[in-house]
């Protein structure tokens, strides 16, 4: 149990003990020095945890607090979350070495507002870390005193939700656009436009700046197939005959006539041809002895979302997927459909998934709690959102896959969409790395103090236009972010 003692005999009995250290034994002959104790090894924290409290938070024993000697501090820099309740919670403290005394006192707790208690390793009693917590750790030879600032943190805000501020909203290029669709190219974002009878290529490196180069489109193109590699920039025109350029100001007839374009992998774009009421899979350039092979009966050869290409630790190549869309028997989609490099496959493999046409694939983060404890980890994480139902309506929801889309659910609400965002389908999504500082961190975090962190890169999404259920273009540019992607790592 704790001991409890008033606040000024501890200050007391701390300041005799401090002065006593430095005495030193006077004699005629001989002068002896008192040998201070080493704060390492005497008073040393080995481990500071929480005790089990399931009325609290489960796994609340597993919480890691890091232990910073030279800043006299120990805290759980990964913050618990919004909302715990830390009023009454029990510390388990381990030492190096044998202590004399331990003692923690509390001032301006929101339930005790000033308490003192002498630390025994079979307690029950409970500290309020809402105030400002001390711990006094006497060396056993009693030469010795640290004091450490203890912190048990707690989000102020929910860091799993997915946020789409008002005030990163911009306004996508053009005068009044009624079509559009973004690739993002070179390390640019370009965006093809209809504006009454023009077609007009715009770039930028950041939408958030509202400066985009203009170029004029020589030939009327079909804007929904505009598509990107590695290489160039694609897109069909009316007649469905391929176009190229790799600057957006020279375009050149491919000669190749395709019925849709899928996306670009590489440096190959990935494409449908229609031929004698055959559906086949093609790609330009073809690769040597490339031949077109019929589309699987269940693929989708239009009005999928767009191809997103991703690295994968499962694969040695890179895996592109894409969801959703229309079959060549004219019905709807609700698969994810993967490409990796030579062949095309079904990966869903459940049904929680709408059939949606247009629909927006998006590879991002979430984080799971790893079993056992009350640790997250980071995990990449596929989203779908957007898209028109088989029934012609705009899709609400929001779904998520952890397992590289082989299984989905409905995300967490607070990934889903907010309601300044409007329900729409036909848009394109994509994820920028951006380099974050101290400075401009959304919610700075101790980082823990072996390879103190100064700048990290943190994933935003662009979501770039899509149309509303009337069928009007959404002229807009949003950026979200997952919040605690913004806050400051740990190491």
């Not at 709690?369 to 779908?384: C, D, H, N, S």
């Amino acid at each position: 149990m704790f001991r409890k003692l008033p606040l000024y005999l501890l200050l007391i009995s701390v300041a005799v003990m401090l002065v006593s250290s430095c005495k030193k034994k006077d004699d005629d002959t001989t002068s002896t020095t008192t040998v201070y104790s080493n704060s390492r090894t005497s008073t040393q924290v080995m481990k500071f945890s929480l005790k089990v409290d399931a009325d609290v938070m489960t796994n609340l024993d597993s919480v890691f607090f890091t232990v910073d000697p030279d800043r006299s501090l120990i805290y759980n820099a990964d913050s618990l979350p919004k909302g715990t309740k830390i009023t009454g919670l029990v510390p388990s403290v381990t030492f190096a070495s044998s202590v004399r005394s331990v003692v923690f006192s509390v001032t301006g707790g929101s339930v005790r507002k000033d308490t003192t208690f002498t630390y025994r390793s079979s307690v029950s009693d409970t500290i309020d870390f809402t105030g400002e917590v001390t711990m006094a750790v006497t060396s056993n030879d009693g030469t010795y005193v640290h004091i450490y600032d203890v912190k048990v943190n707690v989000h102020k805000e929910n860091p799993d939700s997915l946020m789409w501020p008002m005030q990163w909203r911009r306004n996508l290029p053009g005068n009044s656009p009624t079509a559009q669709k973004t690739v993002y190219y070179a390390g640019r974002f370009v965006t093809l436009t209809k504006e009454g009878g023009q077609y007009t290529l715009y770039a930028t490196d950041n939408p958030l700046q509202d400066t985009w180069d203009r170029q004029p489109m020589p030939f009327e193109p079909a804007v929904e197939t505009f598509s990107a590699t590695m290489d160039n920039l694609y897109v069909l025109d009316k007649d469905g005959f391929l176009y190229e350029s790799s600057d957006g100001l020279e375009w050149n007839v491919t000669g190749m006539q395709w019925y849709s374009i899928l996306g670009g992998y590489g440096n190959r774009l990935l494409g449908v041809v229609h031929d004698d009421d055959e559906f086949l899979y093609d790609e330009y350039p073809r690769p040597s002895g490339y031949t077109p092979k019929t589309v699987d009966e269940d693929f989708p050869v239009r009005d999928a979302s767009q191809l997103v290409e991703v690295d994968n630790e499962w694969s040695v190549s890179a895996q592109a997927m894409l969801v959703g869309g229309t079959t060549t028997t004219g019905t709807r989609s609700a698969a994810v459909w993967g490409y990796d490099g030579k062949v095309w496959g079904q990966i869903s493999r459940d049904n929680k998934l709408p059939a949606l046409r247009n629909a927006t694939l998006v590879h991002y983060y979430s984080y799971k709690l790893r079993t056992g404890t009350a640790r997250y980890e980071k995990t990449p994480t596929w989203l779908v959102m957007g898209g028109l139902t088989s029934t012609g309506l705009t899709n609400e929801k929001v779904y998520a896959s952890t397992d590289q889309c082989i299984t989905w659910s409905e995300a967490p609400t607070s990934m889903q969409l907010p309601f300044h965002i409007i329900d729409f389908w036909g848009a394109q999504a994509y994820v920028i790395e951006e380099e974050l500082s101290v400075a401009s961190a959304h919610a700075p975090r101790f980082a823990a103090p072996v390879q103190p962190v100064t700048t990290w890169n943190c994933p935003y999404v662009y979501l770039f236009g899509g149309y509303v259920s009337n069928g009007d273009l959404s002229a807009y540019v949003w950026r979200g972010v997952l919040n605690c992607l913004t806050y400051k790592p740990l190491y």
